[in-house]
């Protein structure tokens, strides 16, 4: 469990993070959201303690970090991937950073095998590639078997099979009742491994939601559906919760509060002809964009035709 409260950090002028309240809850992931800058990694040194709030405070499972006697036990977090002695090989990191805390050279094996090490453990650090000391970094933040687990943005630099890899360990470690706080700064990627979202931007708290509750936001549960009986379909999907629109004469409606599959299931039970029906594929992506739209601080710009035209002039 992660308890932030008030939660700030300014840089002279600078103000990184700003007042953040939330709660990362166990057995579940929760996404940590936010454009480029928004103060996501701040935060995340300050809940390991490698950065001081300036005001406010951060717990990890009931005390602060350094208040824990063997803190690798804790929380294990994943931050920069590189902060490892280029000499050492993969296991002499992990068994440095085991004797730190009694941990016995069987969890260095484990955490080696867990991670897919296996083959490279003895070689130099320095000469990992991108991905393979993204893996010696989760390694070491497994080490101790952690509680709380935290990653900041883990699946940069991974292939697609190292992501689907990353996905499923945050999952099955979620599973086994732990605190799994990830960030990223793209939606549709923590979208697919995360039920609880902290969003943040420019520092401050955007939202605190479940994907679900952003994808309804969004317009996402809606169900699009023609049918040569609007009328009478409309009668029989009528519930609470159920809402209903479309245009007078049109044959389409759409309809939010049930699934696709219900509106079927209803049709059908009733004999109304359908021609039609789609879950409207929602964007998170979009639903993301939208709520940090004020927040993003490094807009790329586009050069149109007309400023090419009027620099060549
Ligand atoms: N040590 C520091 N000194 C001064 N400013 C800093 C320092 N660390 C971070 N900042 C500033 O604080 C803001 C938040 O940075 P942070 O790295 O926490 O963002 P982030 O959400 O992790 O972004 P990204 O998605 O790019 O990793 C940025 O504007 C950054 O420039
Ligand atoms: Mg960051």
Redesign the pocket.
Known sequence: MIEAQRLT?R??E?T??DGLDFVVRPGTVTGFL????????????MIVGL?TPTSGSVTVNGSRYAGHRAPLQEVGALLEARSVHPGRSAYQHLRALALTHGIPRRRVDEVIALTGLGSVAGKRAGSFSLGMGQRLGIAAALLGDPRTVML??PVNGLDPEGVLWIRNLLTSLAAEGRTVFV?S?LMSEVAQVADHLIV?GR?RLLADTTVRDLVREAGGDTVRVATGDPGRLREVLAGPGVEITGRPGSEELQVSGVTAREVGLKAAEHGIPLFELSARAVSLESAFMELTRDAV?YHGTTTTAADRTGSAA
């Open positions: 950090k840089y002279g600078k990184a993070v936010g454009p480029n800058g928004a103060g996501k990694s701040t935060t995340m040194r950065d900041d943005e960030s700064h943040v520092g601080e």
